[in-house]
């Protein structure tokens, strides 16, 4: 098989996938192909995917690789996608994403600790935008559901793995105000 046809492959296998992504291991499975061999041609194929600027990338998320839009083209999609039914999360959303986000697998009274107030309203949006999930139960008494991210989270922030977030404060009050002002003007914007 030549390099133009597994990239001929790759490029079919991951339109096919769309925004879930496959793993190497999956597409040697797929393909036959030795790691090696699969991954050469991968990066060929990103690499013109980027010399040509071409409409579409091929990014690493969540473990898996996937087709993704050319930044560049976010303005013509957005107007594409621009919808009423499109808002932005409340500041409570995003600071109890925040918290899931950096401290997970977490349950809901401990992130009310941290907060200081209910969280009921906040992880039912979180859930129904399926940007947080139901990670387990507690190992104390009661049991309590552990929250933590989901897949979609990784890929609407684009991030590869949770350890791709910003890192937290070190306490001084001036990079406490930075570093979450960057958190949130990231995570403004998430469609219903």
Do not use: W
């Not at 013109?48 to 969540?62: A, L, P």
């Not at 989901?150 to 590869?160: A, D, I, K, N, Y």
């Amino acid at each position: 098989m030549t390099n133009e046809e597994i990239k001929s492959i790759i490029e079919s296998l991951l339109f096919v996938v769309g925004d879930e992504g496959i793993t190497v291991k999956s597409l040697c499975e797929t393909t036959s192909l030795e790691e090696d061999t699969l991954l050469d041609a991968l990066k060929d194929l990103q690499q013109e995917y980027d010399d040509k600027d071409r409409g579409f990338k091929i990014s690493f998320i969540g473990g898996g690789y996937q087709l993704t839009t050319n930044a560049k083209n976010a303005s013509y999609i957005e107007k594409l996608v621009d919808t009423p039914g499109n808002h932005t999360l409340s500041q409570a959303a995003l600071e109890t994403l925040a918290i899931i986000a950096y401290k997970q697998p977490i349950t809901r009274v401990e992130i009310e600790e941290i907060r200081g107030v209910k969280t009921d309203k906040p992880l039912q949006t979180l859930m129904s935008k399926l940007l947080i999930k139901e990670a387990g139960r507690a190992e104390k008494a009661g049991r309590a559901i552990l929250y933590g991210t989901t897949r979609e989270f990784l890929f609407h922030f684009g991030l590869s793995s949770i350890k791709d977030l910003p890192p937290l404060p070190d306490g001084s009050e001036d990079q406490e105000e930075e570093e979450a002002d960057l958190f949130f003007e990231k995570f403004q914007e998430i469609p219903e």
